[in-house]
């Protein structure tokens, strides 16, 4: 899966070092497709992450089958 980032998410990726490409492509693949509730062609990943345990959620758009766009991400607890 490729990712492309958002101006936003190059701005935050600064100071979310923790939250690698690595946990977003596994956030994306194994989370159920959520709509956001503010965009509608925005989707949601909303995913535990085994090696931490940390919940991370993904603001995404799907772009094609193999291509996403990341907004943002970050972890919730």
């Given at each position: 899966?490729k990712?492309?980032?958002?101006?936003h998410?190059?701005?935050?990726?600064?100071?979310?070092?923790?939250v690698?490409?690595?946990?977003?492509?596994?956030?994306?693949?194994?989370?159920?497709?959520l709509?956001?509730?503010?965009?509608?062609?925005?989707?949601?990943?909303?995913?535990r992450?085994p090696?931490s345990g940390?919940l991370l959620?993904?603001?995404?758009?799907?772009?094609?089958?193999?291509?996403?766009?990341?907004?943002?991400?970050?972890w919730?607890?």
């Amino acid at each position: 899966m490729k990712l492309e980032y958002s101006k936003h998410w190059k701005k935050k990726k600064l100071y979310r070092k923790d939250v690698t490409d690595d946990f977003i492509i596994y956030a994306v693949q194994n989370s159920a497709i959520l709509k956001d509730k503010y965009w509608e062609d925005t989707l949601n990943a909303i995913c535990r992450v085994p090696s931490s345990g940390r919940l991370l959620k993904v603001v995404y758009r799907r772009l094609s089958k193999d291509r996403i766009k990341v907004i943002t991400a970050f972890w919730l607890d």
